[in-house]
Structures are given as structure tokens and as C-alpha cells.
């Protein structure tokens, strides 16, 4: 009996509680557990009993919620809810037209929110690929093509380079198979195969297990059959799937604030409510005028146009981080990235250029470098003093070891729509474009250098090798690419610089080899062999090989990743790298792009990982700017442990394996090009060009959104607060038959004046140094201290203009209606001097005063939005309609300038309310338990 098969009869294989080790089961077991032939498959009845065993292989798509859902969650508001209660009070006693336009707030509030969010549902949704996978599938005996959905366990699939893999599959034979598994395990590299082994140990690695091939991987190299074992759900990428369902989705740290902010002011309200209603009694006022004051007061102090403002600002926010090449999902995601203070991030493709580069090469007892990053033939090869060489000027053992490259590939490097791509393995094309750095056309090299024969790629001996005609010579020459091991042993000369063979220092080569190694380079040794027939075995290079040299490759960091790193940093945002590559590669790519803010790197691999017991995890997470070859649990577990710790986390990834923690994270930020649909399903924002740099565009977006936000409840809420006030004291005097603004009157300041005022404010510019400022503490309420001294010096002053002029006017006229109307105009001018003080462009017009050298912003935003509001308050009081309709009057001339003169203290006021700033941030930059 095996080691494995103890342990896993009889289960269903598609049991989720006893998930099969099928890499570690002996090839005989496999296919007598899945009951096939192996040489003539599932028959069409086995087929079909298998399809109604376990259904179709495909993923459980998540349902959508409707639209009418969508519309009526944009109603989960406390502010809301009084409004919404108010209106059907207001219907209830008659008041129709109040009624309806409170209600119609309410409403209209709610269609923003709705039409912003279905906005971006159809953004992400252009992203989705409708691409349908098809596979070469032995059934009955024969090979037929069926559609992925299909696959059942036991059927035997045919793969080959270029395929998808359709499902979880145990080979059964393989040659020279090589797999891109990048979207389940990170690794950019792609990874070996070999149906021979057997049995491998139940806990290695996903990425280890070379007698598999995976549901969503790609074949890059060689061809294999192998039956199928998982299907759907039960696939790694099922598996993955249903661990991200089982994670919890977190609100934003935005709505989070919001919503303690709504149930304080909503509790507070009430509050000041049903005391304004009480005390209006004991002055013997009928309940009648005490409920009109109550609703007054209630309708005065709540910021009816704030969820639309937010909304709004949001959507702007959304707008400009599409022009940034990032979407966002929802809205409320639009702030968080400002919020962040930790950026954990996929490495390849993300910091990466996701493209094999080679960087170093060694020959003729010379380092030589490379530059030139990606696959664009552009760059050179430089010797010791930095020169670019030619391929007039180079060695021969340079020029041959790159010839060897070049020769010894079965690879293409392509160039269409001006991009340069790899058609095969990236490792081989990285080759073909060191030489085409020094002008080795691979297409020219087939005309003066035919191949003759060739043996690919086997994992058993470790090397290829193509045997080529040499022009005007009767002679060919074998090039060979592989292993440094492998390559050495079968080496017995090598050539110096002026291209003579010398005996070979094997030792002096592999400590070569380890030096581009531990810099993170995949290294590969070249070696040549003179012979003179036309086709070679393995007999034939078993030994006397001419050793060229080594190239060592990495997919190299994306230089604006590294710019934007510096920005993260001065802007007090951590960011790690959390990969499944190798921890070697992680490092010296980290290392590069100055990741850690100390002095060294510290990195973990995922077998450390799990070696530590909570607490010391938690203090690794937090330590570490490097994790390297985890799985998807440890990647979950890491934004958890930071997220324990205060910290607001971003994620990037690509991969199905990034899937659970891109929802786990505050937000998650998946790949528009290379990234799953698993993952962009779980993703809160998605990059529609991959590139980190982005980030950094929408983290300062994103600060900016909240700056913004932080302007408008700066604006706002003295508003809110001086009509609240206004109507307080009222009834506190005796006077709740006469308010001093009517409930409509107050709608109208803050449904339409208040948002057209307030708008402007979401298309404020972004501050000279945002991000030289420390990220907002994530404990740090929405309202500081510094702001809440500012609300109430306006408020004030708001209350004075409004109860002031109202009383005067009152007194001495002895007319309502245009004691209310001058107290609304005079209001609405103060807060028009108000609105400029707020602007961008004031405190530029300061900072450039006080000598430094920024941009004054655009103004033209404010003045459309104070010009709007002028024009509407001339309508409100000198229009008819709008006086019978809000109980106003028309105004003179005199009156009109009354009113200008008496706003003017707002200046002063304004100018004093500076010294409290909008967007006060603590002094201390991190949070508990930050390294």
C-alpha cells in the first residue's frame, strides 16, 4: 500500500473535506480512482455519469444584485431615514408641497448614488473576457475537441505549447513540458514538468508539483497528455474561489466614518428635536406650531445635500483616476487609497516588467552587462569601462555564447502595432534579444546557419541543443543552452578572450554562476561541439563541449515603479512585496527598487511563514517588506494580521492566488490586462494598464477626493448649523410662531445653494505637496478637533446673519416675509466669501506670499459655482413663482446692497478660521504596532 492511499479511500474527489493529494499518489492509483483507460479514455455513457456526478467544469459565477436593489441600498442613510420620516409626517398633515419636495430630496440623493455605482458596474464589466477554452480530449478511443465546460473526471487530455489548461489534470506522460502556472502561485518563471515522479510528498508546494498541471495555467513548451482529477469548484482555482466567498468583505474606512458621523448627528437631532417641541409647549404654543419648529430645526440641521456632495466628489474622483488608467468599483473606494498607510503588492507584472531580461554575461573570463529592459531590441552590451560593443568589436567567446543563444531557441520575438512580444518561452526570448542587442537577426541567422537536427528540452538531462551548418564549411557545430550543472560536467575546455580553448576551472565558473545567482538572476550556461554529420543524439554530448559562458535573466523592475515607490515613502506609505516567486529573486528586485525604508531588506518565505505562531506572525507582517513563495492563505493572513494592527491595507495581484485577499484588503487592486476574472471580480479597482506607477496616481487622487470632502463639510455643516441654531433659539425666546426661516426656505439653501456652492469644491486641484504630507491616522475621526472649532466659529457667524438680520429687519419693517428673504440673502453672500477662502487657490495665493513657488490653481470652477448661486437667489426672491412658492418677496436695490454690507464680517471670520485647518493631521505618522 502507498503512503497516500491510506489516507484518502473512498472519498468522493470532489469532496471540499477531503481534498485528494493527487501529486502525491503513484500513476496507477490515479487512474484506478478515477476508473479510465489510458488507452482509450472515458467512454460516452462514463462521460455522462460523470457529468451528472459532478456537473459542468466550470466556476460558480456569483450572482448580481438587481437594479432595483442597487437603487434601493443608496437609501441606507440615518440622514436619509429623517428626511424620508418627515415627508410622510408632512403628507399626513397636508402639506403636500413640502412633502413632496423633502421626499424628492431624498430621492434625488439616492439616483446619484445609483446612477455613479451603475457607472462603474459597467466599466468592469467591459473588461470581462468571453473567451471560451476548447481541449483535445480522448474519449471512446479517439481524439475529439470539446469545450472546457465539458471535461469530466477521467478524461484523458492532450496539451500542447499555447494550450490552456482546462482542469486540475495528473500527467501521464510529458515531453519537455514547461507550465506557466504565474496566476496560481505568482512565479513568473515557467515551471518544469515530468509525468515520472511519483509520489511526491503530500505538503509540497503547489508550485513544486511537477506531476500537475493546474485549471487556468498556461503550456509555454512541449506537449503531454493527462487525465483529469478536479473539475469546477473543486479545481486549486475553485478552491481559491470558494476561500475568497468564505472571506469577509470590509467596508471602507470612509463609510465607516460617514455612518458614525450620520448616527451621532441623527441621535443629536432627534435629541435637539423633541426638547425644541417640549419647551414650545411650556411657552403655550400649540403642538401644531411646535411640530412645524421641530421638523424646522430637524430639516435645518441635517446636510440634506451631503450624501449628494459625496456622491459627487466621488464620482469626479472615479472620473480622474480613470483618466489614470485606474477604475474603481465602487465609490467609496475612491478615498480609501488615500487612507492607506501599507501597499502591499504583487511583484510580477506589477513591480515588474513581467518580461525575461538578460542583465549580465560572462565569457572569455570577462563580466559584461547588458541594458535595456523588456523586449524591445534596444539597448547594448557594455564591457568593463561601460562602452557599447558591437558584433564587430566582440570577443569571440562573447559572440559566441550570445550566438549560442540565439541558435539554441525554438522561440520568436515578434513586433506588431509597435510592441514587441515573445511568441514561446519568455526565458528563450530574453535570449533572442541579448542578441539582437549586438545585431544577431535570428531570422538572417536561419538562412547562413540552417539546422540540421535538434534535441529539445528534457528535465532529465537539463539542456537543448540544435545542431546548426556553419556557413562556407562542409562542418556543423552543436550549440547547447542548459543548467550550469548540467553543462559543466559534459565541458572539458573553455575559451579565453582571444578565443583559444584552455583547460576549464569548473570551480571558477560556479562561483560565477553563484554570484549572478544571488543577485536574483536565472542563470544559463552556453557550450558549442564541432561535428560533422548531420544529426546528433545524446551520446553526442555526453562530453567534450566547449564552454561559452553564462547569461543571467530577471524580469527587471519597472523604473516608474521604483519613482513611485520614492513617492510612497516621502508620502509615509509602506509598501511590501508579496509574491510566490522565489525568496532570492524577491529580494534582489526589492533591493533594487529601494522597497524597505531601513537599512536592509527583511524578507520571509512562506515555509517561515508558517513556522510562526500568531503573535510572532503578526509582528513578521509588519516587519517584513519581502514575502516570498507564499500560498493564498498566507497572503490572506498577512493583510489580516496588518489590518490588526490599525493599518489600512491595498493589495495588487493578478492571480486566481490573490483573489482572497484583493477582497479581504480595505481595497483591492487587480490587473486589467493580465489579471483573472476571479481577480478582477474581487478587486475594488482594477488598472487597466498593470502598472504600479498608477497606484501612486490614485493613492494622490485619492487624498485628494478626501481633502475635498474634508472642504465640503467645512462648508456645509456651519451652514446646517447656523439655520439649526437660528431656529433654537427661537422657540427658546418664545417665538416659535415666527421662525426666522421656513422648513422649504431651509431646503432650499441646502439642496440648492449649499450644492452649488459645494460642487466647485469636488474639482478643487490637488495641493503643491500632498504627497510630502503622513497618511490621515485610520483612527482619527472624520470631524478633528481643528475642524469642529471651525464649524462652530461659522456656525456663529451664520447664526448671527440669520436671527440678526431677520430680527431687524422684522422690527422695524414689521414684514415676515422680507425679514426671512434679506436674512437668506445675507447668508448666502457670506458663505459665497466663505467658499473662496476654502479654495485651492487661496491657499496658493498665501503660500506664494509667504515665497514659495506654486501654481495658483484654476479659479474657474468657484466662479461658475458663486455666479450660479447669485443667479438663483435673484430668481429666489424677485421671481413670482419662487415667492409664492418659498413665502419671499422682492428686493430693492437699497436692500440688495444692506445685505452686501453685512456679510462682510464673513472676511474677517474667514481669515481667523484659517488658523483651523480643513485638514489637520496628528503628529504622530504611524499607527500601534507599526514597523
Not at 509525468?195 to 498556461?218: H, K, Q, T
Not at 435629541?271 to 404654543?285: D, E, K, M, Y
Not at 448671527?800 to 430680527?807: C, D, E, N, P, R
Request: with cysteine; net charge negative; proline share 5%.
Amino acid at each position: 500500500m502507498t503512503k497516500s492511499s491510506a489516507a484518502i479511500h473512498p472519498a468522493d474527489p470532489h469532496s471540499a473535506a477531503q481534498a485528494i493529494p493527487w501529486h502525491s499518489l503513484e500513476l496507477s492509483a490515479v487512474l484506478a480512482r478515477v476508473d479510465v483507460d489510458p488507452g482509450r479514455g472515458l467512454s460516452d455513457a462514463q462521460a455522462r455519469k460523470q457529468q451528472e456526478r459532478f456537473g459542468k467544469n466550470e466556476l460558480k459565477a456569483k450572482q448580481g444584485r438587481s437594479r432595483l436593489w442597487m437603487f434601493l441600498i443608496q437609501f441606507k442613510n440615518p440622514l436619509l431615514y429623517i428626511l424620508l420620516i418627515a415627508g410622510v409626517v408632512k403628507a399626513f398633515m397636508g402639506s403636500w408641497i413640502e412633502a413632496g419636495v423633502i421626499t424628492g430630496v431624498a430621492v434625488l440623493n439616492a439616483l446619484i448614488a445609483f446612477a455613479q455605482e451603475s457607472k462603474a458596474e459597467s466599466a468592469i464589466k467591459a473588461l470581462a473576457s468571453s473567451v471560451t477554452t476548447e481541449a483535445m480530449v480522448r474519449r471512446n478511443g479517439e481524439m475529439q475537441k470539446l469545450p472546457s465546460s465539458e471535461l469530466v473526471p477521467g478524461d484523458l487530455v492532450l496539451l500542447a505549447s499555447g494550450d490552456k489548461v482546462p482542469a486540475d489534470i495528473r500527467l501521464v506522460t510529458s515531453r519537455s513540458l514547461q507550465v506557466n502556472e504565474s496566476g496560481l502561485t505568482g512565479e513568473s518563471v515557467a515551471v518544469e514538468k515530468d509525468a515520472d515522479a511519483n509520489e511526491l510528498d503530500p505538503d509540497v508546494p503547489l508550485g513544486d508539483r511537477i506531476n500537475m498541471a493546474y485549471a487556468g495555467s498556461f503550456i509555454t513548451f512541449g506537449q503531454a497528455e493527462g487525465v483529469v482529477v478536479e473539475t469546477g469548484q473543486s479545481t486549486e482555482t475553485g478552491r481559491i474561489s470558494t476561500l475568497m466567498d468564505e472571506s469577509s468583505a470590509l467596508t471602507t474606512p470612509l463609510t465607516r466614518k460617514f455612518e458614525r458621523f450620520s448616527n451621532l448627528l441623527l441621535r443629536v437631532i432627534l435629541g435637539i428635536a423633541i426638547f425644541t417641541f417640549i419647551v414650545g409647549l411650556a411657552w403655550g404654543n400649540t403642538p401644531f406650531d411646535m411640530f412645524q419648529a421641530a421638523v424646522a430645526l430637524a430639516v435645518s440641521a441635517i446636510p440634506e445635500g451631503l450624501p449628494a456632495v459625496v456622491t459627487i466628489t466621488l464620482a469626479i474622483g472615479v472620473s480622474r483616476m480613470a483618466e489614470r488608467h485606474a477604475i474603481v468599483r465602487n465609490l467609496p473606494a475612491v478615498e480609501t487609497l488615500g487612507s492607506a498607510t501599507i501597499i502591499c503588492s504583487d511583484k510580477t507584472g506589477t513591480l515588474t516588467e513581467n518580461e525575461m531580461t538578460v542583465q549580465a554575461l560572462y565569457a572569455g573570463d570577462h563580466r559584461y552587462q547588458l541594458v535595456g529592459d523588456g523586449y524591445a531590441p534596444k539597448g547594448a552590451l557594455l564591457d568593463a569601462e561601460d562602452e557599447p560593443m558591437d558584433i564587430t568589436q566582440l570577443p569571440v567567446p562573447v559572440r559566441d555564447c550570445l550566438l549560442a543563444g540565439v541558435l539554441c531557441n525554438d522561440s520568436e520575438l515578434a513586433h506588431e502595432n509597435k510592441i514587441w512580444s515573445i511568441v514561446g518561452d519568455p526565458t528563450e526570448g530574453a535570449l533572442l534579444v541579448s542578441g539582437r542587442k549586438v545585431g544577431l537577426d535570428r531570422a538572417q541567422l536561419a538562412e547562413t546557419h540552417p539546422r540540421l537536427d535538434s534535441i529539445p528540452f528534457e528535465s532529465e538531462y537539463q539542456y537543448m541543443a540544435t545542431l546548426n551548418q556553419m556557413p562556407n564549411s562542409a562542418g556543423g557545430v552543436i550549440w547547447m543552452k542548459g543548467s550550469v550543472e548540467s553543462l559543466l560536467k559534459r565541458s572539458n575546455s573553455i575559451l579565453d578572450s582571444q578565443g583559444r580553448a584552455h583547460p576549464i576551472n569548473k570551480e571558477r565558473l560556479q562561483q560565477q554562476a553563484d554570484r549572478m545567482a544571488s543577485k536574483g538572476l536565472r542563470v544559463l550556461a552556453f557550450a558549442q561541439k564541432s561535428k560533422a554529420s548531420t544529426t546528433i543524439d545524446h551520446d553526442d554530448l555526453a562530453s567534450g563541449l566547449v564552454f561559452l559562458g553564462l547569461q543571467g535573466m530577471i524580469d527587471p523592475p519597472r523604473s516608474e515603479a521604483i519613482q513611485s515607490i520614492r513617492a510612497f515613502h516621502s508620502a509615509g506609505v509602506d509598501v511590501k512585496m508579496i509574491t510566490g516567486d522565489h525568496k532570492v529573486t524577491a529580494e534582489a528586485i526589492a533591493d533594487r527598487m529601494n522597497l524597505s525604508q531601513q537599512e536592509t531588506t527583511t524578507a520571509f518565505s512562506g515555509q517561515e511563514l508558517s513556522d510562526l505562531d500568531k503573535n510572532d506572525f503578526v509582528h513578521a507582517a509588519l516587519e517584513g517588506s519581502v514575502f516570498a513563495r507564499v500560498v493564498p492563505e498566507q497572503k490572506l493572513r498577512l493583510v489580516q494580521a496588518l489590518q490588526s494592527r490599525g493599518h489600512i491595507v491595498a493589495m495588487t495581484g493578478d492571480g486566481v492566488n490573490d483573489a482572497p485577499a484583493l477582497k479581504q484588503a480595505d481595497i483591492g487592486i487587480a490587473m486589467g490586462i493580465t489579471g483573472t476574472e476571479v481577480a478582477k471580480e474581487a478587486a475594488d479597482m482594477v488598472l487597466t494598464d498593470d502598472n504600479f506607477a498608477s497606484i501612486e496616481a490614485a493613492v494622490e487622487e485619492g487624498r485628494n477626493v478626501f481633502q475635498n470632502l474634508m472642504k465640503a463639510l467645512a462648508f456645509l455643516l456651519p451652514v446646517n448649523g447656523g439655520l439649526a441654531a437660528s431656529v433654537f433659539l427661537s422657540v427658546m425666546l418664545g417665538r416659535g410662531q415666527s421662525l426666522p426661516i421656513q422648513p422649504l426656505q431651509v431646503l432650499w439653501i441646502n439642496m440648492i445653494i449649499s450644492i452649488t456652492m459645494t460642487i466647485p469644491i469636488a474639482f478643487e486641484p490637488k495641493p503643491y505637496d500632498l504627497m510630502e504630507r503622513p497618511p490621515r491616522s485610520p483612527q482619527q475621526p472624520l470631524l478633528s478637533r481643528p475642524l469642529l472649532v471651525r464649524i462652530a466659529l461659522i456656525s456663529t457667524l451664520n447664526l448671527i446673519f440669520i436671527f440678526g438680520v431677520f430680527a431687524w429687519i422684522r422690527d422695524s419693517s414689521g414684514d415676515l416675509a422680507l425679514a426671512r428673504t434679506m436674512a437668506i440673502q445675507t447668508l448666502v453672500t457670506g458663505l459665497v466669501i466663505y467658499l473662496f477662502s476654502l479654495s485651492q487657490f487661496w491657499a496658493s495665493l498665501v503660500a506664494r506670499l509667504r515665497g514659495r513657488q506654486v501654481a495658483l490653481g484654476n479659479v474657474s470652477r468657484i466662479g461658475f459655482g458663486i455666479f450660479a448661486a447669485f443667479l438663483l437667489q435673484v430668481m429666489f426672491s424677485q421671481w413670482r413663482v419662487m415667492n409664492l412658492l418659498f413665502e419671499t418677496t422682492p428686493m430693492t436695490a437699497n436692500q440688495w446692497l444692506t445685505c452686501f454690507g453685512l456679510a462682510t464680517p464673513m472676511l474677517l471670520v474667514a481669515l481667523l478660521a484659517n488658523r483651523w485647518p480643513v485638514n489637520w493631521v496628528p503628529p504622530q505618522r504611524t499607527v500601534s504596532g507599526a514597523g
